[in-house]
């Protein structure tokens, strides 16, 4: 039996996602169909202060969906997302409070939604990658992300920690957790490592050297950017 102080909670946890959902005009139509269950959940069982949790972030994320897709010139009607995509996706950003890792979120669901680029969509793969970054690592990426990963080149781009505006300590960790999410790969064994034939060229030729070693980009880390940033 839901306690009077149960519902009192689920009030104001009602009050709080109601105000998120007015601050993106849209979000209101956005949340029904996207995150219903979210919605639904505040008649009960949303006073527990970690369901609370989880509603707030959806519905943070929703409203910072719903305006990246007003930038792409697209509306909620454009997000479609089979169910074996969207159950881990909706588990995933329900425990995000980060706000900049919400942002991530956010323009990954609007690009998927983008039909200019049909290869792109919600992917359990990148889904899980993003479920599995710190808050630190975001400005790490966006570093990166602002390199043309695309072009083929011969010559790798070299990069070091002052490149990022970061400690070798702190760039090696978000490094490391790259490597065990597939985005890069590491040689700390003072080895040469990969050598391209002359004339040889890819895209993807990043490498990072840090105390640790060289990390080395992989293909991954060039479809997560694609997933992420809307081509100009």
Not at 8 to 20: L, Q, R
Not at 88 to 107: K, T
Request: some cysteine; hydrophobic content about 45%; glycine content about 6%.
């Amino acid at each position: 039996m839901i306690t009077d102080e149960a519902f009192k909670a689920a009030g104001e946890i009602a009050k709080t996602t109601s105000k998120a959902i007015e601050a993106g005009e849209k979000g209101a139509s956005y949340l029904a169909t996207m995150f219903e269950e979210a919605i639904h959940a505040l008649a009960g069982a949303a006073a527990d202060s970690a369901i609370g949790f989880r509603i707030r972030n959806r519905a943070s994320i929703a409203v910072k969906t719903e305006k990246h897709l007003r930038s792409l010139g697209l509306d909620r009607s454009f997000v479609t997302i089979e169910e074996r995509a969207a159950v881990p996706l909706i588990e995933a950003l329900s425990v995000e409070s980060d706000d900049g890792l919400q942002d991530m979120w956010a323009s990954y669901i609007a690009n998927a939604a983008d039909p200019r680029d049909g290869s792109i969509g919600v992917t359990r793969m990148i889904t899980d990658v993003i479920s599995k970054l710190e808050p630190e690592d975001k400005s790490i990426l966006d570093r990166l992300f602002k390199l043309d990963l695309a072009e083929p080149r011969n010559d790798s781009i070299k990069l070091k920690p002052s490149d990022f505006n970061a400690s070798d300590e702190s760039l090696n960790y978000s490094l490391a957790r790259f490597v065990a999410l597939g985005l890069f790969s590491c040689d700390n064994s003072g080895s040469v490592g990969f050598a391209a034939g002359e004339g040889h060229r890819m895209p993807c030729n990043l490498e990072v050297y840090t105390s640790i070693g060289w990390f080395r980009a992989l293909p991954l880390l060039l479809m997560f950017k694609q997933s992420l940033i809307q081509a100009s």
